[in-house]
């Protein structure tokens, strides 16, 4: 509303242009109010997630916007089919720094596009504002359950198998690469750097999760790490084999030729896999279950009694690995 | 979970400590999960809204944290006040730099826990990450309101009475002080400052808004601004008189000792207080039902037939105002 001209659109035109097609659910009422009204379907619980990605932490500020806005929003549907939910819509806030380019904006909204049609989400309302650091994105996503259905950290059972989904490591390792601690091909490197910059949240496991596992997250802080969250929430301990962690063709390469690499593989950040503890007389039939909606699920380990805080990671020898740190944290 | 030592806690012992006792609703799992459950009532809308704010843009870095809280949740909270809904949670999104102390944030969460007795809403859910610049906080705010009865920007009729809720542009005032625009004494300095960094939102008026108003928002942006917002989603025109808007004893003073501290309470920002259009005929009611839960209401104006996108702003002697802008942005 300053009357300066500047060559960039101003925050209500940057809004009408690029984020209004985005608000195609009613409730969102084109982004022309102060809030959204969302009307919860009956006989379901909402799930609710928040998550920010912030460049320099999360991105390189030269990442490509269209990715940015994918990761931003992937990690936090990622929490939702953790947790069992089907993906409703989004919030979402934006800070952009002083030399933000309308051109970033508009790559950024595209990708937010693409994501809303392929994850079948919507952005019901948001804030754009300006932010004296890098540019900062926080999302809360909204998902739906069946009232009570929600999958906890807190429900693994001493027995149960422990699955996670896909492969992991690859995410962390490209950032080890970019850092110069491992080395590989560059088309290696081009997929591993890929699964980092365009998590695949496991949407269709959801249903799946919330008939078989009795508790799961998503791994975003890295395997050992996150197993350690859902043991101190369920009281229980964990011993897994790092031999039966799935691992991409590129990440086997990896360790083979760099041993270390497991170790980044086992506690790096970033793979936005899901980690589910099932009932062993469950196990064969959630295998099936993730197999027909397209997700390939590893059991990598068992649920034991309470025991030390931190997860038990056997070796191929069965002695347990030492490892300097269980996890990543962006913060 | 880094290995590293340092003074500071580190992001578990920080949500613990800090935020956990914030989430005094079961269904956030005391932030011990990935997302949180929402049960929503039935014959409930939710009423959903997210805003910033960030260092250098909204606040100041060196002012008070508890301060800094209460601004960041009752901006969101004004929201839902001026949508007719009553406030259920909201979901923390909370950037920190490099040099953030323990202090600082136990400062800004206690601000948080006070405003959460004073306004009886709870966290819900949140995440704490660093961020390359300086604190940026996003909430996400809930509300509730009966199913459909959202109070909209878009229902302003013509014919329809213009109120406001107490008093308009002292904070803005205070930042036009602060910068050596005006001056005004110690003591009125400090009354307008505490206006700018404690905003009132009027919880207390959203049953009388569902009842009486066809048209609300809270004035965030500057009155003329965001009047024209309704205006321009409800597709009409609208007179005020700047003579009738309600101001401070302080605003006052200012205005007459310094005409041009008029405009500044006509178009600055951050008043938090409601705009509302009301039928005529249900004016005086609308008058003694906000009296009746402690909120004074002035009527302002007029709406009337579609014309310019810009209210009409008339002077004491019933000349059209020539405003060099009429809002203010924080973008």
């Given at each position: 509303m300053v009357s300066k001209r500047v060559k960039r659109?101003?925050?209500?035109?940057?809004?009408?242009?690029?984020?209004?097609?985005?608000?195609?659910?009613?409730?969102?009422?084109?982004?022309?109010?102060d809030a959204a009204a969302y009307r919860p379907s009956r006989g379901r619980d909402l799930v609710l997630t928040v998550d920010t990605v912030a460049a320099g932490v999360h991105?390189?500020?030269?990442?490509?916007?269209?990715?940015?806005?994918?990761?931003?929003?992937?990690?936090n549907l990622s929490d939702l089919a953790a947790k069992g939910a089907s993906a409703v819509g989004y919030?979402?806030?934006?800070?952009?720094?002083?030399?933000?380019?309308?051109?970033?904006?508009?790559?950024?909204?595209?990708?937010?596009?693409?994501d809303q049609r392929r994850y079948d989400v919507t952005l019901l309302g948001g804030d754009t504002t300006r932010a004296a650091g890098g540019v900062t994105i926080s999302i809360t996503a909204i998902g739906e359950v069946p009232t009570g259905k929600m999958v906890r950290r807190s429900g693994a059972r001493p027995g149960d198998a422990i699955f996670v989904s896909g492969t992991l490591g690859d995410a962390a390792l490209a950032l080890e690469?970019?850092?110069?601690?491992?080395?590989?091909?560059?088309?290696?490197?081009?997929?591993?750097?890929?699964?980092?910059?365009?998590?695949?949240?496991?949407?269709?496991?959801?249903?799946?999760?919330?008939?078989?596992?009795?508790?799961?997250?998503?791994?975003?802080?890295?395997?050992?790490?996150?197993?350690?969250h859902v043991c101190s929430a369920s009281g229980v301990g964990a011993v897994i084999e790092a031999a039966r962690v799935p691992l991409s063709k590129d990440a086997s390469s990896l360790?083979?030729?760099?041993?270390?690499?497991?170790?980044?593989?086992?506690?790096?950040?970033?793979?936005?896999?899901?980690?589910?503890?099932?009932?062993?007389?469950?196990?064969?039939?959630?295998?099936?279950?993730?197999?027909?909606?397209?997700?390939?699920?590893?059991?990598?380990?068992?649920?034991?009694?309470?025991?030390?805080?931190?997860?038990v990671v056997l070796d191929q020898n069965g002695k347990a690995l030492r490892l300097a740190q269980i996890g990543h944290t962006h913060f």
């Amino acid at each position: 509303m300053v009357s300066k001209r500047v060559k960039r659109p101003d925050e209500f035109a940057l809004i009408g242009q690029y984020f209004r097609p985005l608000a195609t659910d009613p409730g969102a009422f084109e982004l022309s109010d102060d809030a959204a009204a969302y009307r919860p379907s009956r006989g379901r619980d909402l799930v609710l997630t928040v998550d920010t990605v912030a460049a320099g932490v999360h991105f390189h500020p030269s990442d490509p916007p269209d990715s940015i806005a994918r990761k931003a929003l992937r990690v936090n549907l990622s929490d939702l089919a953790a947790k069992g939910a089907s993906a409703v819509g989004y919030m979402l806030a934006l800070a952009l720094p002083h030399d933000w380019s309308e051109r970033w904006v508009r790559r950024f909204a595209a990708g937010l596009a693409d994501d809303q049609r392929r994850y079948d989400v919507t952005l019901l309302g948001g804030d754009t504002t300006r932010a004296a650091g890098g540019v900062t994105i926080s999302i809360t996503a909204i998902g739906e359950v069946p009232t009570g259905k929600m999958v906890r950290r807190s429900g693994a059972r001493p027995g149960d198998a422990i699955f996670v989904s896909g492969t992991l490591g690859d995410a962390a390792l490209a950032l080890e690469i970019a850092r110069g601690k491992l080395s590989a091909s560059r088309a290696s490197t081009a997929r591993l750097l890929d699964r980092y910059r365009n998590p695949q949240p496991r949407m269709s496991l959801a249903p799946v999760l919330r008939r078989y596992a009795h508790s799961a997250l998503d791994v975003s802080d890295g395997l050992v790490g996150d197993l350690a969250h859902v043991c101190s929430a369920s009281g229980v301990g964990a011993v897994i084999e790092a031999a039966r962690v799935p691992l991409s063709k590129d990440a086997s390469s990896l360790v083979v030729a760099q041993p270390q690499a497991l170790t980044t593989a086992l506690t790096g950040g970033d793979d936005y896999e899901i980690l589910a503890t099932v009932g062993q007389e469950k196990a064969a039939a959630f295998v099936d279950a993730a197999g027909a909606v397209g997700v390939a699920v590893t059991e990598i380990g068992r649920v034991g009694a309470a025991g030390d805080s931190v997860p038990v990671v056997l070796d191929q020898n069965g002695k347990a690995l030492r490892l300097a740190q269980i996890g990543h944290t962006h913060f």
